[in-house]
């Protein structure tokens, strides 16, 4: 009958064991679907900006957001942060009627690091850049700075809960 016992013991122990190590692979596998999901975020975000489509734009942001820029401007709520692309959108237009036409700005992100805190909260922060074309095939860079980002999970998808935009020059 011990020898039962001791057999059981050990099945339920390897058991146990096995179902440990899946856990963690799960959570492992989790965690780099969160990162690549934040990845993707951040280039919607790019993606939104550089080509005015305030709809994507404000969609990576969540419905109470907060986005902080240089100079103590601040945007709350998804409505206000959408309104920052219908702006650029109307000046662009006011511009170009005016035999102005405004250069495409490029946004460059670079250095990422992104930390999946629990299964709802990051953080992400990276460098940013905006470049724009000149004559001569040249690029000038007109902004150089950082983002800091706190980042929530909500119904499945990531979003910006609050942004800052640093400023490497003051």
């Known amino acids: 009958m011990r020898t039962r016992e001791l057999e059981f013991a050990g099945i339920v122990g390897f058991a146990l064991a096995v179902s440990s190590q899946a856990t963690a692979d799960e959570a492992a596998v989790q965690k780099l679907l969160d990162r690549a999901e934040i990845e993707a975020l951040v280039t919607r975000y790019v993606t939104g900006l550089d080509t005015l489509d305030a709809d994507l734009y404000a969609s990576v942001f969540a419905e109470n957001a907060v986005f902080e820029l240089p100079g103590g401007v601040v945007h709350r709520g998804r409505a206000a942060i959408r309104k920052i692309v219908m702006d650029l959108q109307e000046g662009r ?4 009627a ?23 909260n990051a953080r992400h922060q990276s460098y940013a850049q905006t470049v724009r074309a000149a004559e001569g095939g040249q690029f000038i860079v007109g902004f150089m700075g950082r983002y800091e980002d706190v980042l929530v999970k909500h119904a499945g998808r990531w979003y910006i809960q609050s942004r800052k935009l640093v400023s490497f020059v003051q």
């Open 98 to 120: 005016a035999g102005t036409p405004s250069p495409s700005l490029y946004h460059v992100m670079a250095n990422t690091s992104i930390e999946v805190i629990d299964a709802t």
């Open 93 to 96: 237009a006011r511009n170009q």
